[in-house]
Every structure is written in C-alpha cells, then in structure tokens.
C-alpha cells in the first residue's frame, strides 16, 4: 500500500532529502528548547525568546511533549527531560485536580477555566507518544486523558466530540467544531496504537465519516468548520471574525490538508488490524487534497496557500500561515506514498520549496510562523515562533509508513 512508485525520481527515497528533514527537525528542536517554563512550555517570540510575562499554555505544552517524545524516540539527546517536564506539568499546575480535566493555562494565571475537547485531544496525544517514549509517569497521564474524554467528551449518540464546558462540566458550549473532532481524531489513532483498543479506531472512522464523508463531500470536498449542537453547518459563523486563529470564518484549506492525511492513516490502520475499510477513505482524501490546492494556492497572484475561503471559493483571509504548509507537504506526501503518482511528488517539491524560501527562518531560528498576502514577515493572525508541534512533524512523516501513528512509527524503526 505505500511504495512509492519506481516510475520516476522521489525525493522521499532520496538520501540527501532524508537528511535535509532530519537537519531540519533537529534545528527546529533546538530552537523549542528555549519555550520551558516552570509550569510548562510557553510562547517563544520571533528571536526564540520567552517574554518576560510568559505564561505556560496547555495546548503548546501537550504539543511540545509530543514533539520531544517523537525525538525522543528517533534517538535525539537532551529531549527526554523536556519530556518529563511537560508530563510534570500536563499532571500537576494544568490539570484540574478538583473537578478533572485539564485547564487552558494553570488556574493562577488569568484566563478562561473552561474544558475544551481541542485541548484534551493533544494532552491524550502528548501522553500516548510519552507512553511510546516510556517515560515515567507517561501512563498515568494517559489514563486521566481517556477517562476524561470517554467520560465528557466523547458522545456515542453523535459518533463524534463534544465541544467545551464550564469548569465544573455544568455547562456545555452550544457548538460542535469540526477542528476539535479533526484533533481528536489524529489522538485516536494513537490511542489505538498505544492501548491496542481498536474501538478508537471505530471512533475515528465515526468523526471521519460525519464531518468529512458526509458534510464535506456534500460541500465539494470543502471542510465546513462550524455547527449547531444538532450538526447543522453555521455558514456565517464567526463572519465578523474572519482571521480568528482557530475558529475562522468560511473553509480552511490546511484543515483539507490535515483531513486528507489523517484519512489516509486511518485507512491504513484499519487495514492492517483487519476492520473494515471504506473505499471511500482514500477517494475523499484525493478530492479534500486537490480541492485545497486548486482553491486555494496561488490564487490571489502569490505563490502560497492562503488562510481561508468563503464559500465561493474566493480568498477571505490572504495570510500564508506556516502550519497549513507544514501539512500540505505531509499530506502530499502521504498521499504519494499510497498511490505512487507524479502529482503528489510535484506537490510535495512545491510545498518545500515554498517553505524553504519563506517560511524556513535560518537568520533567527524555526519558521516564520505567518506571511502577508505578498509574502512577507506578518504576526496579524499569530505573533512570535510558538510552535514546533506542525513543522516537526512535517520533517518526520514523510519518511513514516501510514499504518501507525508517529511515534509507534518511529519505535518501529529502531
């Protein structure tokens, strides 16, 4: 299922291009190092520098334990303490001892005190890949994870996530988020690696078939990203918010990215433990993957992917953002791997070479996180280099077999 075809030169089977990934993650993984703070991993500016009200976040502190897990794992030094701090604080100041769950910042920090789905997605997924590292107090933190999610999140009824609630779980958000179910989808599938449950596997498939095979197919393979708690599409949602960081108005092609490779995994994976596999995995994977890019590179008059589209498929938000690139290259990639053709290679060049002209940073470190439509440096939508979750992983799954999760996958090669 994931030779590559022999018919024509890849750089996934080139030894120089392996090497430039692996150069390039180990450089990202230097430049994170830096983001540690007392209660967990804080938001790194453009030079790699905490500011000096920094405050550690549960999102970049799950996403940064899954990263230093995933080196960990791949035999990069000085990772595994990164590893075991970011469980100390995932289990102790971000987590809610009173109520359970996990907080977005620690609780004497100001902010929101509410449960977000999103959230737990990357903390199970940061504790399953720690779980892999087999670091200490790994399996703990993954039990708390899955109690918590199968307890408030998970709704069998629905086959898919709930969205938030109030701190005490009272309250739940009017809202069901196409983007929390993508995330929880790529942490089922690591739950499923990890605890050797397929039921995550049912589970993935359940949110796959709603928001992808069902409401995305019906909309041209465009992911809609909002809906009532009924799963009715909210077109206008967030239309005078249109550059919100995570829940933007219209469609996000990157999220078209994200979805065709998670798909592609999820086949793989029901495959090899022997369930039943929808054809129809792969053919929606094609179609989110070439719908993204006929709408939405190179489409204002600049190379590049824009941020997001209305629903005629016009750019509403022109920014280039480093993570949507990030998953263009797996996604094609992945996509490569499973069909053998030319246009997935040609893609995967592109989206490189675009990232290494412009995104990739080698006067301060890591990637230039967002462009202005004319390419150019931005913090509009987000400011400073906070993340290495998008580009590591961008500089590993390529070379990756789609059956696993990225780091049963890695332990795999050892």
């Not at 605890?195 to 049912?202: I, P, Q, V, Y």
């Not at 909309?219 to 909210?234: A, D, G, K, S, Y």
């Not at 004319?374 to 990756?400: C, F």
């Amino acid at each position: 299922m994931d030779d590559v075809n022999r018919g024509f030169s890849s750089w996934l089977r080139a030894p120089g291009h392996k090497a430039w990934l692996a150069q390039e993650g180990n450089r990202l993984l230097t430049f994170a190092k830096a983001a540690r703070l007392p209660q967990g991993f804080g938001n790194l500016d453009d030079r790699g520098r905490l500011p000096a009200d920094a405050v550690a976040e549960t999102m970049n502190t799950a996403r940064m334990t899954h990263s230093f897990a995933l080196a960990h794992i791949n035999g990069i030094p000085g990772c595994a303490k990164l590893v075991d701090h970011g469980i100390a604080a995932l289990a102790g100041p971000l987590r809610d001892t009173e109520h359970g769950g996990w907080f977005a910042r620690p609780l004497n920090a100001d902010g929101d005190t509410g449960k977000a789905a999103y959230l737990h997605a990357f903390v199970a997924l940061a504790a399953s890949s720690a779980v892999v590292a087999q670091r200490p107090g790994a399996k703990a933190l993954l039990e708390q994870a899955i109690h918590v999610i199968t307890e408030h999140f998970w709704s069998e009824e629905e086959g898919a996530m709930r969205e938030s609630f109030s701190r005490d779980w009272s309250e739940e958000e009017s809202y069901r988020g196409a983007n929390s179910n993508m995330h929880s989808t790529e942490a089922f599938l690591a739950l499923a690696d990890v605890t050797g449950d397929a039921r995550w596997l049912d589970r993935a498939l359940s949110i796959v078939e709603r928001v992808i095979h069902q409401h995305a197919a019906a909309n041209n393979h465009q992911v809609i990203e909002h809906f009532t708690l009924q799963w009715q599409p909210m077109a206008e949602y967030n239309a005078d918010k249109p550059d919100d960081g995570f829940r933007p108005y219209g469609t996000t092609p990157g999220h078209a990215f994200e979805w065709a490779r998670l798909l592609l995994h999820l086949e793989a994976a029901r495959h090899e433990t022997k369930l039943e596999t929808p054809a129809w995995l792969v053919q929606d994977a094609r179609m989110l993957f070439d719908n993204a890019c006929r709408y939405g590179w190179d489409v204002d008059g600049a190379p590049g992917i824009v941020y997001t589209l209305d629903w005629q498929n016009r750019p509403v938000v022109g920014h280039r953002l480093h993570w949507t690139h990030a998953e263009a290259a797996a996604a094609s990639a992945a996509l490569l791997q499973r069909t053998g053709e030319q246009q997935y290679e040609n893609w995967y060049r592109t989206f490189w070479e675009f990232n290494e002209t412009l995104f990739i940073d080698r006067e301060h470190g890591s990637w230039r996180h967002e462009l202005n439509p004319q390419n150019q440096p931005s913090a509009d939508i987000w400011a400073g280099k906070p993340d290495l979750y998008h580009a590591y992983q961008a500089t590993l799954l390529p070379l990756l077999p789609l059956a696993r999760s990225l780091a049963t996958a890695l332990e795999r090669l050892q």
